[in-house]
C-alpha cells in the first residue's frame, strides 16, 4: 500500500511540474525536457534544476515528503520548495550524479 500512496505523490509532483511549466514566463530560464526546476534554501531559496530520474531516489523522496509537509504542493514560486540547507542539497545532488 506505501507504494501506491508513493506513486500517487509523484505523480501529483510531476502534474504540479508539468502546470508550473507551461506557466513560465519568458523572462524565466528554460527547464530542459527531463527536468524540473526546484527552490532550495531555508530562508533566501536558490533556483535549482534537476533531473526528473531524482524523483526515484529514496533520498530526494525524503526531501520532498518534508517539502510537502512543510508547504504541501502550492508552491507561490511556480516550482517546488525544498526547505533544507543549501549545502545539504548540493551534497546530495552531487552523490546522486556520481552514482
Request: proline content about 6%; overall charge neutral; hydrophobic content about 35%.
Amino acid at each position: 500500500m506505501p507504494s501506491i500512496l508513493h506513486a500517487k505523490q509523484i505523480l501529483k509532483l510531476q502534474s504540479l511540474l508539468t502546470r508550473s511549466q507551461l506557466s513560465v514566463s519568458s523572462t524565466t530560464a528554460e527547464v530542459p525536457k527531463g527536468h524540473f526546476a526546484v527552490y532550495v534554501g531555508e530562508t533566501e531559496k536558490k533556483r535549482f534544476v534537476v533531473p526528473i530520474s531524482y524523483l526515484n531516489n529514496p533520498s530526494f523522496q525524503k526531501l520532498l515528503s518534508h517539502a510537502e509537509e512543510e508547504f504541501g504542493f502550492n508552491h507561490p514560486m511556480g516550482g517546488v520548495t525544498i526547505p533544507c540547507k543549501e549545502e545539504s542539497f548540493i551534497d546530495l545532488t552531487s552523490h546522486l550524479n556520481s552514482s
